[in-house]
């Protein structure tokens, strides 16, 4: 069985963030996705997919996207019921994100476009420590690192053949 849904589009309004009882962080949102073909009339549609996240990055969506933030989310549908105050039965279907993307800078700018940032705590150049990777290639392109660790200027490696692996 396969549960897999990619989407990138655009916050409809502000995430919404709650905490449950045992203070666990839910945000809730609604992405704007556009629809590949034209009506009769010629304009794009676009489908309102609600998403919900959990814990840490719940908090990290409520803090860093806006209504209009562009951003790709990583999930699962599910599907859930529960009764209203007027003792109806209602469905909801939504998205489940296990990753959030955030598609542009916070500023709004274009300085990061195509560079998207995961603020789920993946270890790695799109994860929280982003900032510290992209210092770290800047400083090697101002030679503030050595590109090749093993370059040897010209001359020859010191090693014996005992400290090879093969």
């Not at 945000?27 to 997919?49: C, H, M, P, W, Y």
């Not at 908090?59 to 003792?87: C, F, H, P, W």
């Amino acid at each position: 069985m396969l549960n897999r849904v990619v989407l990138v589009g655009r916050l409809t309004r502000d995430p919404e963030l709650r905490y449950t009882p045992n203070g666990v962080a839910v945000a809730n949102f609604t992405l704007a996705v556009n629809r590949t073909f034209s009506n009769k009339q010629g304009e794009r549609e676009a489908d309102f997919i609600n998403c919900v996240v959990w814990q840490k990055p719940a908090e990290n969506v409520a803090n860093y996207l806006k209504k209009g933030s562009l951003a790709g989310v990583d999930g699962r549908i599910q599907t859930r019921s529960y009764d209203n105050n007027e003792g109806r039965r209602v469905f909801v279907t939504e998205v489940v994100a296990e990753s959030v993307q955030f598609l542009e800078p916070r500023g709004g700018g274009n300085t990061n476009q195509g560079q998207g940032n995961d603020y789920f705590g993946s270890p790695g150049p799109t994860g929280n420590d982003s900032g510290r990777q992209q210092n770290n290639n800047q400083n090697r392109s101002s030679g503030g690192f050595n590109d090749d660790p093993f370059a040897n200027d010209g001359k020859p490696i010191d090693i014996s053949d005992d400290d090879l692996p093969f």
